[in-house]
C-alpha cells in the first residue's frame, strides 16, 4: 500500500525577488493531487523567523508522479536556468527538493547542482523511482494527517490555484 509523502523545497540563491508565489502556482496547476503550503510566519513580537524550505506539500497516494517530476523541471527551467549564468560559483542558483523518510531521513534533489541542462530524464526517473520507493515503504501514522498537522499550522498557507484575474478589479 502506498502512502502520503511530505515534499518541500525551495528556490535556493534566486534573490529576494524570485517569484516564489508563481512556482507554487505553476506546481498546484500542474499536480492537483498535491497540498502545496507556502511558508508565511505570523509575526511574533521580538522574533525574527526563517524556514529553511520556502514550501511543503503533501504528495498524496494518487498523485502522478511523473506529471509532479516534469513540472519541478519546467521550473527549474523557468526559474533557475536563466539565472546561472550570472551567478559565481559559491552562489549558484537551484531548484531544491527534499522528501523525508519514514525514519527522518531525507532524499533530496538539487536541479541545478546535481542535475543540469540536459538531465531531464535522468532526474525524472530517479525522482519517481525513489519517490516509488518511499511510498511503498510502511508508516503506522498516529494523531492527525499530514494534510490536518500543515493545515493547522499558523506559519504555514495552503496556496489555492489562482484564475489569473485581479482580484481586486471588478
Given amino acids: 500500500m502506498t502512502s502520503e509523502l511530505i515534499v518541500g523545497g525551495a528556490l535556493a540563491n534566486c534573490g529576494q525577488d524570485s517569484p516564489t508565489d ?15 503550503f507556502r511558508f508565511h510566519p505570523r509575526r511574533r513580537p521580538g522574533v525574527d523567523i526563517r524556514a529553511a524550505l520556502d514550501w511543503q506539500g503533501i504528495l498524496s497516494t494518487g498523485a502522478n508522479l511523473l506529471a509532479f517530476a516534469s513540472a519541478l523541471w519546467a521550473a527549474y527551467e523557468r526559474y533557475v536556468k536563466p539565472k546561472l549564468d550570472r551567478s559565481d560559483e559559491t552562489t549558484k542558483p537551484f531548484l531544491f527538493i527534499s522528501l523525508r523518510r ?16 540536459k538531465d531531464k530524464e535522468i532526474f525524472v526517473e530517479q525522482f519517481t523511482r525513489q519517490v516509488t520507493e518511499l511510498r511503498t515503504i510502511s508508516v503506522t501514522r498516529k494523531g492527525p494527517s499530514l494534510l490536518s498537522e500543515l493545515t493547522q499550522n499558523e506559519d504555514w498557507v495552503r496556496v489555492q490555484v489562482r484564475d489569473g484575474k485581479d482580484p481586486n478589479l471588478p
Fill in 22 to 36: 508563481e512556482f507554487l502556482q505553476l506546481l498546484v496547476r500542474e499536480t492537483p493531487d498535491l497540498a502545496i
Fill in 102 to 117: 519514514p525514519d527522518g531521513t531525507f532524499v533530496q534533489f538539487a536541479l541545478g547542482k546535481e542535475y543540469k541542462d
